[in-house]
């Protein structure tokens, strides 16, 4: 029997990364506490995004390693697929991410289509993430196409739900 079975835990990645992150974002945006803050919470809620989907990276190699093939170790199907209780909590997990968007957005331009590619985007990047670490080193994360369409539902409602509750808030006082 050969190969290799361990784990990379959440703590020695998040750690060193969450530094670099605020460190950042400290320097980038030293000059007004407000967007100070907004990166920070940006910072917390990516850092809380990866510990959820990326870790902790289970690595499996030889005799150890999943023998699935490659183009099997990812959901395709859109729809039919779907398990509720995933699907909504990648929802809840993304609503986040809109109300950020909408929080960032000083001229109030941005617009649902505009969250909603960058929600796609945000959350393409996880799943082909999850596709490789699963390719590569058997990490068992499954990359799932209802993910993205979750996902992004969840960046669109969080941006319009602060929309909403913004323009409500404004035009009472």
Do not use: H
């Not at 510990?51 to 859109?78: M, S």
């Not at 968007?101 to 590619?117: E, H, I, K, M, S």
């Not at 670490?133 to 539902?153: E, F, H, K, Y």
């Amino acid at each position: 029997m050969s190969g290799t079975q361990t784990q990379i835990p959440a703590l020695p990645v998040l750690a060193p990364l969450a530094v670099i992150l605020f460190a950042a974002v400290g320097w980038r945006l030293r000059r007004t506490p407000g967007r100070l803050l907004l990166g920070g919470a940006a910072v917390a809620y990516a850092l809380a995004v990866v510990a959820v989907t990326l870790l902790p990276l289970q690595i499996a190699t030889g005799d150890y390693a999943n023998q699935i093939p490659w183009y099997e170790k990812g959901n395709w199907i859109p729809v039919i697929t779907i398990d509720v209780v995933t699907f909504v909590a990648n929802i809840v997990m993304f609503v986040p991410l809109g109300v950020l968007l909408a929080l960032g957005d000083r001229t109030r331009t941005r617009t649902a289509g505009n969250v909603a590619r960058i929600a796609l985007a945000c959350s393409a990047t996880v799943e082909i993430v999850q596709f490789l670490t699963n390719v590569l080193v058997s990490s068992g994360r499954q990359a799932d196409v209802n993910d993205l369409i979750a996902n992004t539902l969840g960046g669109v409602i969080g941006f319009l739900a602060w929309r909403a509750v913004s323009v409500r808030v404004v035009s009472a006082t």
